[in-house]
């Protein structure tokens, strides 16, 4: 099992372009199975106060690592 903190300190690689995402933030949960089924990172040129996300789905992660995730996306 995992806490929530373990996935703040990761940062999110797109495998087939390399680009940097950022860092996940959020997370969404299934209220029923209560298995995580997102990663959110801060969407591209957001700001504090801005709400641009990227939602990342579970089935997209390929692999997490001490310190990165790898997600299969295309952005």
Known sequence: MFKASYF???EVISVNEGEK???VYDLEID???GK???IVVPGKNSGIF????????WEKIKKIGDDTILVDVNM
């Open 21 to 23: 995402l950022g860092y």
């Open 31 to 33: 209220e029923i199975s």
């Open 50 to 57: 801005s709400k641009g996300k990227t939602v990342i789905p």
């Open 8 to 10: 703040k300190s990761r």
């Open 36 to 38: 995580i089924s997102s």
